[in-house]
């Protein structure tokens, strides 16, 4: 199995043959005579944000640091800081449970993320409503204090096919847009129940076009993004 970004590529390799290795990578150097690269073996990797190592045959994987980088700090984002933050932290936590393959590592990266935001000012009823909204989405509640391996390996799976169906979509958005289907539209927000207007918005717009030749379900996709007052 293999991974790749831009220039940067590794994979998993479960033969005990090193002179296969060799005579594999060998002949990848053969086939692409005009690609020039450097080979590193070893029984772990930084990939990215994610630190992957081989324990006695078994495939481990947690969040990577970097030790030059600070480590209680949140990213720099434009716009409306308390609604990118908030995008972040579930992006961050969504990050944690698919690195770590061990649920000691898991808890301890959810309790480092809510230190971060704490320490960067935000409220305590802030960091505790997002993290039981993280939990809640499959109705995993007690997982966020579970130390139980197989209950969170079965909790993890399901991000894995978020993450998925996740990808799936980007990749029907993408057909729409190419084919100028994609349609988007912003609105004004400062707080209330924001997904309950998108869910009567796709509701109406479904009911006035369901049989328009473009504008259908079926045929175009519509996409509602939010503008803060101050951004």
């Known amino acids: 199995e293999y991974f790749r970004y831009k220039d940067q590529i590794f994979f998993t390799w479960n033969k005990s043959s090193t ?31 994610a630190s992957i190592e081989n324990r006695q045959g078994q495939l481990y994987s947690q969040v990577h640091y970097d030790s ?44 480092a993320l809510e230190l971060t935001y704490l320490i960067n000012g935000y409220s305590l009823l802030f960091v505790e409503t997002h993290i039981k909204h993280f939990f809640n989405y499959f109705h995993a509640q007690t997982m966020r204090y579970s130390r139980n391996q197989n209950t969170y390996d079965k909790f993890r799976q399901q991000w894995f096919k978020f993450v998925e169906q996740r990808h799936e979509l980007s990749e029907q958005l993408e057909k729409f847009n190419n084919n100028g289907r994609l349609i988007q539209f912003n609105y004004i927000y400062d707080f209330g129940p924001r997904c309950r207007f998108n869910r009567e918005f796709d509701r109406l717009w479904s009911h006035y076009f369901q049989k328009h030749p473009i504008l ?16």
């Open 216 to 231: 259908s379900e079926e045929n175009s996709k519509i996409i509602l993004t939010t503008k803060h007052f101050h951004s």
């Open 68 to 111: 030059n980088m600070p480590r209680y700090t949140l990213p720099y984002l434009l716009g409306h800081s308390k609604s990118a933050h908030s995008d972040w932290l579930r992006t961050a936590l969504i990050r944690a449970v698919c690195h770590c393959t061990s649920v000691d590592d898991f808890r301890q990266e959810r309790i």
């Open 19 to 49: 002179l296969e290795l060799e005579t594999f990578i060998e002949n990848i150097r053969e086939q692409h005579q005009n690609v020039r690269f450097q080979k590193f073996i070893s029984t772990n990797v930084q990939f990215l944000n």
